[in-house]
């Protein structure tokens, strides 16, 4: 029995022990299956709702962003590829894409990487200040990392159509961007963007703008870069249809520009090469470059003008600021309302402009002239070596120091002048000062007036300091060489005051010329104490109003004459007009009227009143030795006198009283010997000969000979018992050397001259 129910027991157990195991593995089973219809069913569900889910989880992400508010649509969220559209971002939709396909892998997902990114249609608003570029309404998220751990996403490539990216100021801008970006090998990408779109430069109309970009670059900087841009209406100033075409290349920091500017007027042609500041402050930017132009009636309405230009400059750029030298010759012509200009710069090694500039503001500028040279109409003017600085705080200024001017033409206005001086901007008016020395600063002139912008005419107050003339030292032709007048030796002193005034393209002076106590010579006549205030009025060439005045106390030319007073005016044809003149000569005095004297000719023609002439001085003046006479003598001699030569036409002297005419010479001169009875019955006749009337006419000329009607009446009471005689003599021969010699300075024996001075 006991081994039975063992048996049994064995039995049981065994088959209790193997029974359950049936039972356990379904069970197994039965919870896996439902674990695989969960997860499954999860699955199912995920995929089927992965819009929601993809929607939920990228709102979860941008929670903690500053680009709320954020609206998008999920289109597409499979395991390879998420396709977003309409995405609005941060305030008043800052940001815009209308479709946005994420291409990735699962495994690429884990490591942090995107395959591909394209971005159709983005709109960007961006606006710059003193700190940078920033997205409008979304300032707070810039600066911000990544990711908390530090760890980066990495997008193989990205690529944009249409973008369309916008920017206000400084420089105004809408662009559409086409292309893409593509990540290379350690942590670097390369892109190649096409652009074209409209560029508002301030003051300026917009323009249309076309070109392309291709970089490589890290994280952290650009590598290299290279830039093409052109602009088909580039709204470049006094240029008709410009368009610009330029190249700019970068190589590390090292940056490189190349363009032409292309107009109807010529090409400008320009080259830039320098470092990017290390702040990137493009302010700062230091470097060097060329611009060549060659341009032809460029209009420049502010003046009126059209102008040309053709010449090649070199411009350094540095952390100060920017000089600028000349390469070749600079020239331009322009036509004003004044008439036709030309000027010329020639090339020097010296910089001709420097611009100092401070934290990027201008500071000053200096325009330094080596050799430049401007001609207008009528003359040609020369400036060297010269500092002209311009600054614009408090007031716009120029100041010019040490500049030399020389006027090159034939009739020039001056003498090389050596000019400082300063101008202010107010307005529509330019007030300026400035001092001009020549002649080793032997003259000093002020000068003070207003230029006017609207009117374009100058108004200025003139002061010449006195300048002291002396022979073989300064004459007036080295301070006006345009002056004609046949002046030498002059010693005395002149001063000048008055205005200057800029109308209608000439220059038009009203200066007072005192001249005090000066001595001179005048075509052979020495002056002495010369003195009198004469008023000019023009300069090219000299000329002067009607009445001016000049006193001369002594005249020396053969016959000294004294107390000269003559009125005059000197007109643009260099004719001096002798309105009136008066001068006390051989104990008379002499008078004219409408005479002219041309300088430029030489020429002289006039007609000379003489009253009171003493008929005694007349015979010195002949050296009719042996002659004595009592009486003055009075008439009118027209007198032409022209390159040397004299003629008189219709010339009389007559005697004013009766008196005595006595001729006892020492030797009978030969030309009167052995002449007949009448000869001596006349020379006995005028030992003691008084008369009643004398007089001479004289008509004649180079070329056409003299002759001279010598009329005297009257008898000798110690001869023929005082029967009366009329002498009726005609003379003829060299009577204009005779004159020449008396009125032109030849020297009178010591005797003659004694005897006249003493009249």
């Known amino acids: 029995m006991v081994k039975k129910r063992l048996s049994t027991t064995e039995r049981s157990t065994t088959v209790n022990t193997a029974e359950p195991k049936p039972r356990r593995f379904s069970q197994a089973w039965r919870w896996g299956g439902v674990a695989f219809l969960l997860v499954g069913a999860l699955v199912v569900a995920t995929f089927a709702f992965r819009h929601d889910l993809v929607t939920h989880a990228i709102r979860i992400a941008l929670d903690t962003s500053d680009a709320n508010p954020v609206n ?49 249609g983005l709109t960007v608003h961006l606006q710059a200040n003193e700190d940078g570029v920033s997205i409008a309404g979304l300032d707070a998220i810039q600066g911000r990392p990544d990711n908390d751990d530090g760890r980066n996403w990495t997008i193989e490539t990205v690529a944009l159509k249409d973008a369309v990216i916008s920017m206000d100021a400084p420089v105004g801008s809408r662009m559409t961007i086409n292309g893409d970006i593509r990540a290379i090998a350690d942590d670097r990408f390369h892109g190649a963007l096409h652009f074209d779109g409209v560029l508002r430069v301030p003051g300026a109309t917009s323009t249309d703008v076309e070109g392309a970009i291709e970089f490589t670059a890290s994280s952290t900087s650009v590598e290299t870069a290279q830039l093409t841009l052109r602009t088909p209406n580039l709204p470049f100033p006094h240029l008709d249809d410009a368009q610009l075409d330029a190249v700019a290349t970068l190589k590390g920091k090292e940056i490189e520009t190349k363009g032409t500017i292309k107009s109807r007027q010529g090409d400008v042609l320009f080259e830039i090469a ?17 611009i060549a132009a060659n341009l032809a009636d460029v209009a420049i309405s502010e003046a009126n003008a059209t102008l040309s230009a053709v010449g090649q400059i070199a411009a350094v750029i540095t952390s100060d600021g920017l000089s600028v030298t000349a390469l070749k010759p600079l020239e331009f012509k322009a036509l004003t309302p004044s008439g036709p200009m030309t000027a010329r710069v020639e090339p020097n090694d010296a910089p001709m402009l420097e611009v100092q500039h401070e934290q990027g503001r201008f500071r000053s500028a200096m325009l330094h002239v080596a050799d430049a040279t401007v001609s207008g109409a009528d003359h040609v003017v020369q400036f060297t070596e010269g500092d002209a600085v311009i600054t614009l705080e408090p007031t716009p200024m120029v100041a010019v120091r040490s500049l030399t001017v020389t006027d090159l033409s034939k009739s020039r206005l001056a003498p090389p002048l050596n000019i400082s001086g300063r101008a202010t901007l107010e307005q529509t008016r330019i007030p300026f000062d400035a001092t001009m020395t020549a002649a080793d600063e032997k003259m000093r002139v002020d000068v003070t007036g207003t230029w006017n912008r609207d009117t374009e005419t100058a108004e200025a107050d003139i002061r010449m300091h006195p300048v002291r003339f002396a022979p073989g030292n300064l004459q007036p032709k080295d301070l006006a060489p345009t002056l004609n007048a046949p002046i030498s030796n002059v010693k005395g002193r002149v001063s000048a005051q008055g205005t200057l005034a800029w109308r209608d393209g000439r220059l038009r002076p009203n200066l007072l010329v005192r001249i005090e106590k000066t001595e001179m010579e005048v075509q052979g006549f020495h002056l002495q104490g010369l003195a009198g205030a004469v008023r000019v009025i023009g300069f090219d060439p000299p000329r002067t109003p009607r009445g001016q005045r000049i006193k001369i106390d002594r005249v020396m030319a053969g016959v000294p004459m004294t107390d000269a007073d003559i009125r005059f005016q000197l007109d643009a044809r260099q004719r001096v007009h002798i309105e009136s003149a008066t001068v006390n000569l051989l104990g008379g005095r002499a008078s004219q009227s409408n005479a002219i004297f041309d300088t430029a000719k030489t020429r002289y023609q006039g007609t000379l009143d003489l009253t009171g002439v003493s008929l005694q001085a007349l015979l010195d003046l002949v050296e009719l030795d042996g002659s004595t006479a009592t009486g003055h003598v009075g008439g009118r001699i027209p007198i032409t006198f022209e390159s040397g030569k004299v003629s008189i036409t219709g010339g009389t002297l007559s005697t004013e009283s009766p008196g005595v005419l006595r001729y006892i010479p020492l030797t009978t001169p030969t030309s009167l010997l052995n002449q007949g009875e009448g000869v001596t019955l006349a020379l006995r006749a005028l030992e003691n000969f008084h008369y009643q009337s004398l007089g001479v006419g004289i008509d004649g000329g180079a070329g056409r000979g003299w002759t001279s009607r010598l009329q005297i009446a009257g008898k000798n009471p110690d001869f023929m018992e005082g029967y009366p005689f009329a002498f009726n003599i005609n003379l003829s021969g060299d009577l204009d050397k005779v004159l020449l010699s008396a009125l032109l300075g030849l020297t009178l024996p010591d005797r003659i001259q004694e005897r006249l001075e003493r009249k």
């Open 274 to 290: 320098g470092a990017i500041p290390d702040d990137g402050d493009w302010r700062s930017l230091r470097g060097t470059g060329t």
């Open 72 to 120: 998008f649509r999920v289109e597409e969220a499979n395991f390879d590829r998420l396709v977003l559209s309409a995405i609005h971002a941060g305030p008043e939709a800052a940001v815009k894409i209308e479709r946005l396909i994420v291409a990735y892998t699962p495994t690429a997902l884990m490591d942090r990487r995107i395959d591909r990114l394209d971005i159709d």
